[in-house]
């Protein structure tokens, strides 16, 4: 009995029921107010605009860091891209010497040592004008400067003797005191040593890229993932084409405007038109900067020794020169090999210039037409993949196309 009566007492006890989810519930959620997004309040075009301004930063940043990596080893880049502009204009003769029966090895040794072997039989040419006509230069300098001061005082400029003097005292302040100049042949003895040291690297770099390039470039490209392999394989040779077009045809127009101004200055008297025509010569593979620079020269040093007149002609001669590079040398030689805008151009020669000094200056329209092939054939390449995979149906009722197709096939 008292069991039955505890039995009964637990069945009449009430108990706490949960409330199960129904109409009333659904209620209660639909009837709290939503948290609206954050994401949603911000206008498309913001956000647009956000989303391409932090992949910029992060581009912006890598281009950094680059460049900052480049600049601590500036001198190894420099070498190594001399001696790749090298290579490009010494590697037809290798492989000329190479069918013709000569081992690779000898091949690349005969063409390096005449290679460089003119290259400084050029520069002690160049040298040994300089140091023998030095002596005559100071005369005729020294005598054009006071032809010059007589020509201003007398000219409607109305310029004053006391403005020349403060100008020549100016020049001498900028040159320094004792001290300054020993400082400054010491900051010299460091550039040579820096110079020397890369022309031993452009040398040995030359070397090892014309006996064993093709090794170097398969080894290169192991380290690209396996999916761009492709793409960059073949991208390779068209980047190879392109910086020995400019390397052949920047040459053979350096050489054409120093043999037609270096004959002007002579024939007008002009004296070391022999080591003008080799500076406009070396200054020729800066573009656009270079020709203005080493005409300048050829001007200065007219104006100086010759007179007004001659100076007058010197400028004509190497602005008709100038001219006829740039409407007809340039593009029948070069052609579409190389096709940069001007403005990249300068662009790049005064970054170049920013970064690595005049070397930087020498290598950077090369790169940028190299980059520039380089990146359009890339481009074609993925559309090229982008039309296969497209085009090729799915296999085994697989799903081989875009995201899109997916969702077709799904539905």
């Known amino acids: 009995m008292r069991r039955a009566g505890r039995a009964r007492t637990r069945t009449t006890r009430p108990t706490r029921r949960r409330p199960r989810p129904g109409a009333a519930g659904m209620e209660v959620q639909r009837a709290r107010p939503r948290t609206p997004d954050p994401a949603g309040a911000v206008p498309w075009g913001m956000r647009v605009a956000a989303e391409a301004a932090w992949r910029f ?30 290579t490009a204009l010494l590697e037809p003769t290798v492989s000329r010497l190479q069918r013709r029966g000569l081992p690779r090895g000898l091949a690349t040794a005969v063409t390096a040592i005449c290679g460089f072997l003119v290259l400084g039989l050029v520069g002690w040419f160049v040298v040994w004008q300089v140091l023998d006509n030095v002596d005559s230069l100071s005369g005729r300098l020294q005598d054009g400067v006071e032809q010059l001061k007589q020509w201003l005082l007398q000219s409607p ?23 300054q100049i020993t400082s400054t042949g010491l900051q010299g003895v460091t550039v040579l040593a820096e110079v020397l040291t890369g022309m031993l690297l452009t040398m040995f770099s030359t070397l090892f890229l014309l006996y064993d390039g093709r090794r ?34 920047t040459m053979i127009v350096a050489f054409i405007d120093a043999l037609f101004i270096g004959v002007g200055i002579y024939f007008l008297g002009v004296p070391l038109a022999v080591p003008i025509g080799v500076v406009i010569f070396l200054s020729s593979f800066v573009p656009l900067v270079g020709a203005v620079a080493s005409g300048a020269i050829a001007v200065v040093v007219a104006l100086v020794t010759q007179g ?13 020169v100038q001219q006829i590079e740039g409407h007809v040398l340039q593009p029948f030689i070069l ?27 020498v290598v950077a329209v090369p790169l940028v037409a190299v980059v ?16 296969d995979a497209t085009a090729v149906p799915a296999l085994d009722g697989e799903w081989s196309g875009r995201p899109a197709d997916r969702t077709h096939d799904e539905s």
Do not use: C
């Open 216 to 249: 170097i470039w398969e080894w290169t490209l192991k380290l690209v993932p396996a999916e761009a392999r492709p793409g960059v394989a073949s991208a390779g040779p068209r980047a190879w084409r392109t910086l020995t077009a400019y390397a052949r045809g």
């Open 372 to 387: 520039n092939t380089v990146v359009g054939h890339l481009h074609a390449h993925v559309g090229e993949d982008e039309q």
């Open 57 to 86: 930063l992060v581009l912006a940043a890598a281009v950094w860091v680059l460049m900052r990596v480049i600049g601590s080893v500036r001198l190894v880049v420099l070498a190594f891209v001399v001696a790749l502009l090298i």
């Open 308 to 320: 007004v007149f001659t100076a007058l002609m010197v400028l004509v001669v190497v602005l008709l």
């Open 335 to 361: 052609g579409q090999a190389v096709r940069v805008h001007p403005l990249a151009v300068v662009l790049a020669v005064a970054t170049g210039g920013l970064v690595a000094g005049i070397g930087g200056a």
């Open 157 to 179: 400029f109305h310029v004053t003797e006391k403005q020349i003097n403060d100008v020549a005292k100016n020049l001498s302040d900028a040159i320094g005191s004792t001290s």
